[in-house]
C-alpha cells in the first residue's frame, strides 16, 4: 500500500470524507429540513385557506343580509296562515285566497320552509297538489292549463317568495359550512408547534 506523507491511502480517504462531510454538515446547518420546509408550507397554506373562507364568510353574510331584508320585504305582500291544532307547517298565501280555499278551483301556496304548492280543486272538490322544483329553468311548464293572467301573477309572486326562501337557505347552509372551515384552520394553527 502506498504512503503519502506517512500515512495510507486508505487513512487520507478516510479523513478526506470526514471534511467533506463536516463541510456539508456546516453547509447544510444555515438551510432548514425539509421537515421543517414541510411544516412551514403546512402552516403558509392553513393561513392561506384561513384567509379565504375569513373572506368567503364575509361575503356570505353580506349576501345573506341582503337576502333577508329581500325576503322580509316579499313576506309583506303575503298573509301566513296556520292552524296550529291541524297543520304543522304554515303557509304564505296573498291576501285574495286567505282564509278558507273553497271558492278557488286553484290556488298557489308557499310552505313557510320555502316550498311552492300549486293547489288544485276539482269538481268533486279532490285537492292535488303540484311541488314546483325551484331550480327548473321554467316553472311555468308545471302550471296547469286555463289559468288566468291574474293566476299566473299570483303563481308568479308565490314563485318569488319561495324562490326567495330557497335561496337565504342555501346562502345560510354555505355560512354554516364556512364557519366550520373557519373554525377548523384556526384550531389547526393552535395545535401546531412553532
Not at 293572467?149 to 330557497?166: G, I
Amino acid at each position: 500500500m502506498k504512503r503519502i506523507h506517512g500515512q495510507s491511502a486508505e487513512g487520507i480517504r478516510s479523513a478526506f470524507c470526514q471534511m467533506t462531510l463536516c463541510l456539508l454538515l456546516l453547509a447544510c446547518a444555515d438551510r432548514p429540513s425539509a421537515v421543517e420546509q414541510r411544516k412551514t408550507e403546512i402552516r403558509r397554506q392553513d393561513s392561506l385557506e384561513l384567509a379565504q373562507a375569513r373572506a368567503d364568510l364575509a361575503v356570505a353574510d353580506s349576501v345573506a343580509t341582503f337576502k333577508a331584508f329581500e325576503l322580509e320585504d316579499l313576506k309583506k305582500q303575503f298573509v301566513f296562515e296556520k292552524q296550529e291544532k291541524y297543520q304543522t307547517t304554515g303557509y304564505w298565501v296573498l291576501p285574495s285566497y286567505k282564509g278558507s280555499k273553497e271558492r278557488f278551483s286553484f290556488y298557489p301556496e308557499v310552505e313557510e320552509g320555502g316550498k311552492l304548492l300549486l293547489v288544485s280543486i276539482d269538481k268533486q272538490r279532490q285537492y292535488s297538489f303540484t311541488d314546483v322544483d325551484l331550480m327548473a329553468e321554467d316553472y311555468t311548464a308545471l302550471l296547469p292549463k286555463g289559468l288566468s293572467d291574474a293566476q299566473k301573477k299570483d303563481v308568479a309572486k308565490c314563485y318569488a317568495l319561495a324562490k326567495a326562501m330557497h335561496d337565504l337557505q342555501e346562502t345560510q347552509k354555505q355560512q354554516e359550512k364556512l364557519r366550520l372551515k373557519e373554525r377548523f384552520y384556526t384550531e389547526k394553527q393552535l395545535r401546531l408547534p412553532r
